[in-house]
């Protein structure tokens, strides 16, 4: 549906190099990376706002690279959301419209519609100064799909909205998605991708370095910065060994021999387990679990769901643990405990 093949483009010392995905029609596709990655670039490219030195932009195998942004059939959200403050709720819906010709009772039975699917039909006649943020980004959505896009593009969308109406603006991008609406979504936030995302393409330096499902990208990071950006606390470079062991391969760091199955016989890399795999216990717990080693707690954070207990077994693995099991069994920094993880649950990831 959307194809972006090959864009470079140079900015002084910052350089976009050859990037390439597809988004499908329907997908919510993520744009993923810290600041300054060139996320936004890509974006606006992507609008017609940048013209790239290389590569090209398609929609339906139709070339778009050269078209202004008004024949692009793509409707762009920007960080700061660019509502008219001089007109009311009313008539930034009806900007597009009335731009394109529309009129009359055609005119304003549009705007009422999309006053109503984006909740803001009691605000219809409000100076858009005296709206809040969730309210405004409700207008600038609005606003945008009033000409129907092929593709919305969202950048930083929820970067200025309060915590608690947050959720209520992600039912509401779910809800254009799932009616058909392709989106683009610029983020700086692994949860935003991970909730709202069909799609993912982690974005370092002017480069696209893994693309995939959210579930893909984290479960499977595919190079240390994007275990470090999406917070996998479990992640170690090593060397994985041709020893063999009920099927099992076995991966040192730092002298620790950890099992886990893969195909790799030999080579450097990294191995990644979730917090949520690692088994805390006073004793040696002789479980199905090969990984089983015997540490120091060195430290303790409390989080939303529980604890996270970080336990020194030569390297330093992390666990999330409930507050009843805290509790029970006395878990606090300097005491000794063994920490096991299932060898199903160990990801091998090989140097390129």
Known sequence: ?????????????FELNDITFQVEKGDYFMLLGPSGAGKSIILEIIAGLIKPDNGGVFIDDVDITRLAIGNRSVGLVFQDLAIFPHLSVYENIAFPLKRKGMK??????????????????????????????????????????ALEPKVLLLDEPLSSIDVQLRASLKSLLRSINREGQTIIHVTHDYDEAISLGSQVAVVNSGRIVQTGTPVDVFRNPASEFVANFSGIKNFFKGTISDSSEHD???????????????DDNSGDGYVSFPENSVSIALENPHTSAINTFQGVIVDIFQQKHGFEIWVDIGIRVAALVTWESVEKLGLKTEKKVWVSVKANAVRFIPIA
């Open 104 to 145: 009359g009772q055609n005119l304003k039975s549009r705007v009422n519609v999309l006053a109503e699917e984006f909740s803001i039909t009691h605000l219809i006649k409000r100076n858009t100064q005296n709206l809040s943020g969730g309210e405004l980004q409700r207008v600038a959505l609005a606003r945008t799909l």
């Open 248 to 262: 099992l391969r076995c991966f040192i760091t730092n002298g620790i021999s950890i099992w886990l199955y893969a």
């Open 1 to 13: 549906m959307l194809r972006v093949e090959n864009i470079s483009k140079r900015y002084g010392s």
